[in-house]
T-cell receptor, first 116, second 113 residues
């Protein structure tokens, strides 16, 4: 079974600074997807960024980028120029490429605080 | 294009009761997945419906059941509620059996007393 581990329950960053959230995962599959979702106090999960394991290039979405290390099974999220609106729970998630159900397997989350 | 909606937003039930939660999928999506998120935890996959059929199930007992309707909206039913069923219930809609990006609704907060 696949597992996702987020070892940082809470992180704090000053506005305009850069922060990196860590995620490791365990799988025997060679192809899969990895995601970072953001869950603000409004509770709605919002997709931040997606990485296909077969792509060597790290995904980037504006201020958000990932460092995907397939051999190490590591998938960290870097947030540059942090803004107050980035404060939220961040969840790392894994999904197989094929199979019966396209379920997401989530980590336990990292709460990000953004301070002035 | 309308987003994913869920109803109700909050619900309080007592142990042993039954509850039905509803999810309207995003326009054009044929797949709905349900997740349970306990306090302080990440969401756990309950089951998925694709074109009105259950398409996979997580490690949840049979008292968790669901339906998907011809318009692809979905219901989650929980019988014989237990205290541990208190959680945020999220649904996510997607296309192509869920293999496209899953878009989440705002969730239903269920409290079982």
């Amino acid at each position: 079974a696949q597992t996702v581990t987020q070892s940082q329950p809470e992180m704090s960053v000053q506005e305009a600074e850069t922060v990196t959230l860590s995620c490791t995962y365990d799988t025997s599959e060679s192809d899969y997807y990895l995601f970072w979702y953001k869950q603000p106090p409004s509770r709605q999960m919002i997709l931040v960024i997606r990485q296909e394991a077969y792509k060597q290039q790290n995904a980037t979405e504006n201020r958000f980028s990932v460092n995907f290390q397939k051999a190490a099974k590591s998938f960290s999220l870097k947030i540059s120029d942090s803004q107050l609106g980035d404060a939220a729970m961040y969840f790392c998630a894994y999904r197989r490429l094929t199979g019966t159900a396209s379920k997401l397997t989530f980590g336990t989350g990292t709460r990000l605080q953004v301070t002035l | 294009e309308t987003g994913v909606t869920q109803s109700p937003t909050h619900l309080i039930k007592t142990r042993g009761q039954q509850v039905t939660l509803r999810c309207s999928s995003q326009s054009g999506h044929n797949t709905v997945s349900w997740y349970q998120q306990a306090l302080g935890q990440g969401p756990q996959f309950i089951f998925q419906y694709y074109r009105e059929e259950e398409n996979g199930r997580g490690n949840f007992p049979p008292r968790f059941s669901g339906l998907q309707f011809p318009n692809y909206s979905s219901e989650l039913n929980v019988n014989a509620l237990e205290l541990d069923d208190s959680a945020l219930y999220l649904c996510a809609s997607s296309d192509r059996g869920g293999w496209e990006t899953q878009y989440f609704g705002p969730g239903t907060r269920l409290l079982v007393l």
